[in-house]
């Protein structure tokens, strides 16, 4: 058993590349942003009060099913299979699940925020042909669908790339860099008014004495 | 000669019922009504024990009637929670309010109404026209008083010590008039100041009654208002978290429900996420205060006035006199506005005025 997996290099589609690239998987970066904008909007309402797991749950809950109102039609249908939640496209062939990940858009391959188990594995078996070397030790299916995932991290960074699953986390033989935060969390949460700043109160309150009085 | 109707008014400002009145003054119940319905002259004796336990010059038992302004103008957003005795007292005083209003506006020019005609009654679409009227754009409105002042609304305080009482408004003659209760927070109370222009633009000619909805349509006026869809939606995060809310309220100085309210309204937020809010403002007390509040807004007309008055050596005890109400209710109109706190303003621009005691 090699101690090392042997891969093909790593394929990066920079941001400015990534169109294309989207447009041939049927996809398209708005729509994959604004399931990353569900995911993130509705984990950020997670309180002390929650769960400690809540903030993943809510944004991969909310992630996915936007994912699913953005995509879902003609190219691409809802699939539930081996327990995978995702969009299924059957004439390209591919999958797409959501996943929340440590960091996305960075140096490294993004970390799934949890250990990824057999059906993780099995999934990502349609993507086996980019690790020639990749020690399988779940049986392999036939016609397995390229599965991608759309990585969100808690920051807003987001990419979909195309992972195996090796000891429980991931290797990305491909990925598609979307978004970074500052792309489109473009609003600063600082308290925007001061005194002297753009609001309205210079209204004139003329006030004189009569003469007659 | 005596009025009857003032002694009614002096008697519903104090909060009391006939037979209140009659066991502080050891009158019986049946002399004050007779006097309240002006089938009785009250004797010198009667008429001073009255004033002493109304605490009302007696004077002011003389005057001319006082203008009785219809409960049926008058919106009150907690009708149901407010007692008849506190509905009746933040009425009357209104009509103490006209006294000094008409006692100002004979000796001093104060701003003209200018106000739009609409001819809307979409109050989000009202709320646009009139800021555009007024050239407003989509700027948060700094000082909300200071805006109805200067457009010519008559703006006096109420202090009825009472949540249930909000404010009220209602024209007189062409002039607008807003009454405020100032026991609310100022962020409250800056929204009641817009709801109340809500009801005098939108509903100004339905009549004294207002319909049904005229409540929610001010409400939503004033959200609108204060809070401008595209200004709130440049300004906020596109994933609002219940801090985001809480730092950003005090650009358009509302409180966080309200704010809250208005990003689901302009769909920053969904129904799902504007639950968990209110459920999370609530928990750290937002629904009953703002712990992270703005400065309190107090009227610049009578701001101005009082230092006039002052430099002419009139004090507020001798415009209470002069006008023939009781000290305190001229102050529990007027914001509660020293005349120190206008001389301090005031020493700032003009060098050698000192206050002397």
């Known amino acids: 058993m090699p101690q090392h997996t042997q891969f093909v290099e790593q394929v990066i589609w920079q941001k400015e590349d990534a169109h294309a690239k989207l447009k041939d998987m049927d996809l398209e970066a708005g729509k994959l942003i604004r399931a990353a904008i569900a995911a993130i909007g509705q984990a950020n309402n997670v309180t002390r009060n929650f769960a400690t797991n809540a903030w993943g749950t809510f944004a991969y809950h909310y992630g996915l099913a936007e994912l699913r109102n953005q995509f879902v039609g003609p190219h691409w249908r809802i699939d539930r299979s081996e327990g995978i939640e995702s969009i299924v496209n059957d004439a390209k062939m591919l999958k797409v699940t959501f996943q929340n990940v440590d960091i996305a858009m960075g140096k490294d391959d993004p970390k799934p925020r949890s250990p990824k188990g057999a059906g993780a594995e099995r999934a990502c078996e349609g993507n086996l042909d980019l690790f020639p070397d990749y020690p399988v030790y779940v049986p392999v299916v036939a016609e397995k669908h390229e599965l991608w995932s759309l990585m969100v991290d808690d920051s807003g960074n987001i990419e979909l790339s195309r992972p195996v699953v090796l000891k429980g986390t991931f290797v990305c033989g491909e990925r598609v860099f979307i978004a970074d935060a500052d792309d489109w969390m473009d609003v600063d949460r600082t308290p925007s008014y001061d005194a002297g700043g753009d609001a309205a109160d210079d209204f004139e309150v003329e006030v004189s004495r009569k003469l007659s009085k | ?357």
């Not at chain 2, 409960?71 to 005083?93: G, Q």
């Not at chain 2, 009801?199 to 409400?219: D, I, S, T, V």
Request: with cysteine; hydrophobic share 40%; aromatic share 10%.
């Open chain 2, 1 to 357: 000669m005596f009025n009857p109707n003032r002694l009614s008014l002096a008697r519903k400002r104090r909060r009391l019922t006939g037979k209140g009145l009659s066991e502080l003054c050891g009158l019986t119940p049946v002399t004050i009504s007779r006097l309240e319905k002006g089938l009785n002259e009250p004797e010198l004796e009667s008429l001073e024990r009255m004033a002493c336990a109304l605490r009302y010059p007696i004077d002011f038992f003389y005057g001319d009637d006082i203008e009785d302004i219809p409960a049926e103008a008058v919106s009150f957003r907690s009708l149901k929670k407010m007692s008849a005795k506190e509905r009746e007292a933040a009425i009357a005083a209104g009509g103490l309010g006209l006294l000094v209003s008409d006692w100002v506006g004979e000796r001093f020019n104060l701003p003209e109404v200018d106000f739009p005609v609409l001819d809307l009654s979409d109050p989000e679409a009202a709320a646009v026209a009139a800021r555009q009227y007024w050239g407003l754009g989509e700027k948060p409105i700094g000082n909300m008083i200071k805006l109805l002042e200067s457009k010519g609304v008559r703006v006096f305080s109420l202090a009825e010590q009472t949540k249930h009482v909000d404010a009220y408004s209602f024209w007189r003659d062409d002039v607008p008039f807003a009454f405020l209760n100032n026991f609310k927070t100022p962020e409250h109370s800056i929204f009641d100041c817009c709801h109340e222009l809500g009801h005098l633009l939108l509903h100004r000619h339905q009549g004294p009654k207002h319909h049904r909805g005229a409540e929610y349509e001010a409400n939503k006026f004033s959200s609108a208002f204060l809070m401008p869809r595209n200004d709130v939606i440049a300004h906020m995060p596109r994933f609002v978290t219940v801090d985001d809310i809480i730092k950003k309220k005090s650009r358009w100085r509302v409180s966080a429900m309200a704010l809250a309210y208005r990003l689901r309204d302009v769909d920053v937020i969904s129904d799902w996420q504007y639950r968990s809010i209110c459920i999370e403002l609530n928990r750290r007390d937002y629904r009953k205060s703002e712990p992270v509040g703005v400065e309190r807004e107090a009227s610049v007309i009578w701001k101005k006035v009082l230092s006039q008055l002052w430099l002419e050596r009139i004090t507020k005890e001798d415009l209470a006199s002069d006008i023939g109400i009781p000290f305190d209710e001229l102050e529990n109109l007027l914001f509660g506005i020293t005349q120190e706190e206008v001389l301090h303003s005031y020493s700032g621009s003009r060098r050698g005025l000192r206050l002397v005691s």
